[in-house]
């Protein structure tokens, strides 16, 4: 699990200079892109919470399908309230949380399969 946390800690560090680029060269300036990563640092860390609790292959494949689909329907969530929220930073605030679901689930998913093929079952 030290690796999954570091793979998070990598991913967030890499999502932090992202955000932070696009935030100071008003590429996407919006003030509430940090919610949208402390969002995505949550669900990764239960999500590796969840998968570590199971010793099958099978069922972490599982796992991983079903992080993946509830990520993505409460990334529409997410937006969803952000919209009602702040319509007016809509796209900017999108911007970065795409970013953010896009890099956290590329570096999960990698390291969940990477966990699962070299598991000893």
Known sequence: MAKGLVTTLFCTVISLTFSLILHYTYIAHNSDWWWSLIFFISLSILSLIRFFNFKSAQKNTEIILSVIIIKTILLFFAVFLYALYDKSHLISFSVHFILHYILF?????????????????
């Open 105 to 121: 689930t590329i570096f999960e998913i990698r390291y969940l399969l990477n966990f699962i093929k070299h598991q000893n079952i």
